[in-house]
C-alpha cells in the first residue's frame, strides 16, 4: 500500500516538467519538488514535513500567473492540479475537511505547519517520559496521531494539536499568509482612557474558529471517544486564548506617554505547551452519558461524580481509560517501548535509568567526548584553539 506522501507525489507528473507548454513558474515549481524528492535527507525525513513541502509548491503551483503567450488552455498540466484533485489525494481527511481543503486550499499548508508545531511541542513536553509523544507510526496521518486508546497522552496529543492548528492560523492571519482574514479590526473603534488599541492585533477568533471546523470535522463518529477529543480539542482551543498578551507602544513629547497604542499578540508557544502539561497531570476520567432514541453518547460526566451528571470544565483535559504503563512494544495500545532509550543513571525522575527502564537494567556505552577549548584571538586576524576531551558515558534501557 502506497504512502500518503507517495499519493501526493503521484499528483505531479514529474515529467511535464520537460513539457513545453507548462508555463515557467509552474516548471520551476515542478523541479523543486523533484529535487527535494531526490534528496535522501528529505526521503529520510518526517513525513509531516515532508508533505507540508510539497503540498506548499502544489499550492504555489494553482497560484502561478499564465505566461503572457500562453493565455489560452496552454496550462493543461497546472488546471490538473486544481485544488480539487490535490485534497481528494491528501491522506487521512474525512469528506468534510476535504470540502474546507477545495474551498481555503491556501490554509492547508498552515494547519499542517500548525500540526507539526503541536507535535514538536508535546515531543518536548514528554522528551524525558515513557511515552515521548511517539507512536508506532501506522495510525499517524499529515494531521497527527490518531490515538487507539482515549488515555491521559491522547488527551494531550488533541489538545496540543488543536492549539498548533489555532496558533498557526491566527499567526499566519497577522502575517497576511492567507486570503480570507488578517489582523483583528474589531479592537480598533474601542477607546479607553489613556490608550487605544492599534496597530496589528492578533485575529484570534479567526483561529479559534477554523481550527475548530477543521480539526472538528475528523470526528465522524458519534461515540464517546469522539466526545473526548472534540473536548479536548476545545482545551486545547481554550489554552491559547488565555495565554494571549497585550503589548503597548507609547506616544508623546520627550517620553511622557500621554497615549499609548496597544494590540493583543500571541504568547511563545512553549508557554502553550507549560499550560498543557499542566492540564495533562490534573486530567478528569470520565464516562459518556447516553441518550436520545438511539442511546448514543451524548456528552461526558466526571467519572467519580457519575451519579450527580457533573460535567468537566472546559479547559479540562479529559480521558476514558487508563494509560498503557509504556514500557513494552504494543502497537494495540501505541506503544513503543522503552528498549534502546537513553537514561540518567542518577536521577530519581522519569528520566532515571529505574523507572525509564521499567527494572530491566541498562548498558552502559564509553566514548570520547571532544570539543574545541582554550580559544584565544589572535592579530590579526584568527583564532586559535586547542583540542579537549573526555572520556563518559551514556547509558541506554535494555
Known amino acids: 500500500m502506497k504512502t500518503g506522501f507517495l499519493q501526493l507525489m503521484e499528483i505531479v507528473d514529474l515529467r511535464s516538467s520537460q513539457n513545453s507548454e507548462v508555463c515557467s513558474s509552474s516548471r520551476i515549481h515542478l523541479e523543486r519538488i523533484v529535487f527535494f524528492w531526490e534528496l535522501k535527507e528529505f526521503r529520510a525525513g518526517n513525513v509531516l514535513k515532508k508533505m507540508i513541502v510539497v503540498l506548499s509548491l502544489l499550492f504555489l503551483m494553482l497560484d502561478a500567473p499564465l505566461d503572457a503567450a500562453q493565455d489560452k488552455g496552454a496550462l493543461s498540466s497546472v488546471v490538473a492540479l486544481r485544488a480539487n484533485f490535490i485534497c481528494n489525494r491528501i491522506p487521512g481527511l474525512t469528506p468534510r475537511q476535504r470540502s474546507i481543503c477545495r474551498k481555503r486550499p491556501n490554509a492547508i499548508v498552515t494547519i499542517g505547519e500548525g500540526v507539526q508545531l503541536g507535535i514538536n511541542e508535546c515531543q518536548y513536553q514528554f522528551r524525558n517520559n ?39 492560523i491566527t499567526q499566519a492571519c497577522s502575517l497576511g499568509k492567507l486570503k480570507q482574514c488578517s489582523c483583528d479590526q474589531s479592537k480598533k473603534k474601542v477607546l479607553h482612557e489613556g490608550w487605544k488599541w492599534g496597530g496589528c492585533s492578533a485575529d484570534i477568533k479567526h483561529g479559534l474558529k477554523f481550527s475548530r471546523k477543521f480539526l472538528d470535522a475528523r470526528e465522524i463518529e458519534q461515540n464517546a471517544r469522539s466526545l473526548m477529543n472534540k473536548h479536548n480539542n476545545r482545551a486545547g482551543r481554550k489554552a491559547v486564548k488565555e495565554n494571549m498578551g497585550t503589548e503597548c507602544k507609547c506616544h508623546g513629547v520627550s517620553g511622557s506617554c500621554t497615549m499609548r497604542t496597544c494590540w493583543t499578540t500571541l504568547p511563545p508557544f512553549r508557554k502553550i505547551g507549560d499550560h498543557l502539561l499542566r492540564k495533562y497531570k490534573k486530567a478528569k476520567p470520565v464516562v459518556p452519558m447516553v441518550g436520545g432514541r438511539n442511546r448514543r453518547p451524548v456528552y461526558l460526566t466526571l467519572k467519580r461524580f457519575k451519579e450527580n451528571h457533573t460535567k468537566p470544565r472546559r479547559s479540562d483535559l479529559v480521558f476514558l481509560q487508563k494509560s498503557p504503563n509504556y514500557c513494552d512494544y504494543d502497537a494495540s495500545v501505541g506503544s513503543l517501548g522503552t528498549v534502546g532509550r537513553k537514561c540518567n543513571r542518577t536521577s530519581a525522575d522519569t528520566d532515571g535509568c529505574d523507572l525509564m527502564c521499567c527494572g530491566r537494567g541498562y548498558n552502559t556505552h564509553q566514548y570520547t567526548k571532544t570539543w574545541q577549548c582554550n580559544c584565544k584571538f589572535h592579530w590579526c586576524c584568527y583564532v586559535q584553539c586547542n583540542k579537549c576531551s573526555e572520556r563518559t558515558e551514556e547509558y541506554a534501557c535494555k
Open 130 to 168: 515513557r511515552w515521548n509523544c511517539s507512536s508506532s507510526g501506522a495510525e499517524n496521518t499529515m494531521f497527527g496521531h490518531s490515538h487507539k486508546v482515549g488515555s491521559r497522552e491522547a488527551a494531550f496529543t488533541y489538545a496540543v494539536t488543536s492549539a498548533g492548528v489555532t496558533y498557526s
